[in-house]
Nanobody
Framework: QVQLVESGGGLVQPGGSLRLSCAAS????????MSWYRQAPGKQRELVAF???????TYADSVKGRFAISRDNAKNTVYLQMNSLKPEDTAVYYC????????????????WGQGTQVTVSS
């Protein structure tokens, strides 16, 4: 079994910053690509940022220049640094990871976290 747990969400004023964390735990052999998604009320889930195992990154146009995704393989953790936050960034943020499990037989799991609320409001 593997689990992703997000943390770091909260209420912040426009222009403020938050740093989200997502830690993987369980019978993990290795972790491939990791990503952050978000879903606002009445809207579809969208990809926010993506990072490969070799640390190549991509971002949604709406967050380019403001957000930065990073990872710490020793801690099995992915981060999302969010700066210059706008009200339209308000959403539940979910992390995602492709995890090779240290099990016999080997299993590869597309894992999701439980989500963390980010609210940007004055």
């Amino acid at each position: 079994q593997v689990q992703l747990v997000e943390s770091g969400g909260g209420l912040v004023q426009p222009g403020g910053s938050l740093r989200l964390s997502c830690a993987a735990s369980g019978s993990i052999s290795s972790i491939g690509p990791m990503s952050w998604y978000r879903q606002a009320p009445g809207k579809q889930r969208e990809l926010v940022a993506f990072i490969t195992s070799s640390t190549t990154t991509t971002y949604a146009d709406s967050v380019k220049g403001r957000f930065a995704i990073s990872r710490d393989n020793a801690k099995n953790t992915v981060y999302l640094q969010m700066n210059s936050l706008k009200p339209e960034d308000t959403a539940v943020y979910y992390c995602n990871a492709l995890i090779t499990m240290a099990t016999i037989p080997v299993r590869i799991k597309n894992a999701w976290g439980q989500g963390t609320q980010v609210t940007v409001s004055s």
